[in-house]
């Protein structure tokens, strides 16, 4: 493999609210914490999986039928000129 050819990384917990994971990033912050003996970098973040609507199931489906009625209203006399 090439020297000097990709950025360093750095052992860093990501926080999100009350939620804490440990992994592998070129960010660095500014607060450090000793996980295992190993010194990570705390990272927070505003939203991840665990707090995303989507990935809690609290996001509300869009009716998308609704969407393609209207599409068709709209435009349902442009193909018979």
Do not use: C
Not at 26 to 34: A, D, L, S
Not at 47 to 73: C, L, N, Y
């Amino acid at each position: 493999m090439k020297a000097n050819t990709h950025p360093a990384t750095f052992p860093v917990l990501f926080v999100d609210g009350e939620h804490e994971w440990a992994g592998v990033s070129t960010i660095k912050g500014n607060e450090t914490r000793v996980i295992d003996g190993i010194e990570h970098y705390v990272v927070p973040v505003e939203i991840s999986a665990f707090t995303h609507p989507f990935f809690t199931g609290q996001k509300r489906i869009v009716d998308s039928a609704g969407r393609v009625e209207k599409f068709m209203r709209r435009y349902a006399n442009q193909g018979k000129k």
